[in-house]
Antibody
Framework: EVQLVESGGGLVQPGGSLRLSCAASEFTFNRYWMSWVRQAPGKGLEWVANIKQDESEKYYVGSVKGRFTISRDNAKNSLYLQMNSLTVEDTAVYYC??????????????WGQGTLVTVS | EIVLTQSPGTLSLSPGERATLSCRASQSVSSSYLAWYQQKPGQAPRLLIFGASSRATAIPDRFSGSGSGTDFTLTISRLEPEDFAVYYCQQYGSSYTFGQGTKVEI
């Protein structure tokens, strides 16, 4: 069974930084686009960023451009999200989600359990 | 950006009843790149439907999706107790956006 396990969340002050990690297993990680999706407390889902298999393409939602950086290490089957200049609006559960093997136009078929980031 | 509007916000039904959830897009969703997810409290979303009408792996056939262009529907033919949850639609043809969710409650 595909597994995605996020870590790295916690409490951080406004203006601070945090790095999230997602450990993937039970599938060939380097064959899939990967995304981060977040959910503010009591709110809906918001896609944050995604990355192509070879890191040659990265995309971000407008509100995090220039502050967040998505990356991956295929040798370690891991996905990362470096978050800088955090604001209270970034408070959310951050999910790692698997995209598709071919192109960006793909749904998210597996999700991690999420890691909570609180900016306060 | 494609905005997805889900209705109703809350659907109050009983086990055994039929649930019909709507998702309307602000512009046409290319190639029916529309998915539905179920989320229960404290859990991650679970993929139910992709491509507007294809069920994901291990999803019961009481869940069905339909629609194209700007209007999409998720139907749960007979609600089981475990189906009471929040449902989100998502378009993935032009970046990614989610609807605000429909809560199906008893």
């Amino acid at each position: 069974e595909v597994q995605l396990v996020e870590s790295g969340g916690g409490l951080v002050q406004p203006g601070g930084s945090l790095r999230l990690s997602c450990a993937a297993s039970e599938f060939t990680f380097n064959r899939y686009w990967m995304s981060w999706v977040r959910q503010a407390p009591g709110k809906g889902l918001e896609w944050v960023a995604n990355i192509k298999q070879d890191e040659s393409e990265k995309y971000y939602v407008g509100s995090v451009k220039g502050r967040f950086t998505i990356s991956r290490d295929n040798a370690k089957n891991s996905l990362y999200l470096q978050m800088n200049s955090l604001t209270v609006e970034d408070t959310a559960v951050y999910y790692c989600a698997r995209g598709g093997p071919a192109g960006r136009c793909w749904y998210f078929d597996y999700w991690g359990q999420g890691t909570l980031v609180t900016v306060s | 950006e494609i905005v997805l509007t889900q209705s109703p916000g809350t659907l109050s039904l009983s086990p055994g009843e039929r649930a019909t959830l709507s998702c309307r897009a602000s512009q046409s969703v290319s190639s029916s790149y529309l998915a539905w997810y179920q989320q229960k409290p404290g859990q991650a979303p679970r993929l139910l439907i992709f491509g507007a009408s294809s069920r994901a792996t291990a999803i019961p056939d009481r869940f069905s999706g339909s629609g194209s262009g700007t209007d999409f529907t998720l139907t749960i033919s007979r609600l089981e107790p475990e189906d009471f949850a929040v449902y989100y639609c998502q378009q993935y043809g032009s970046s990614y956006t989610f609807g605000q969710g429909t809560k199906v409650e008893i």
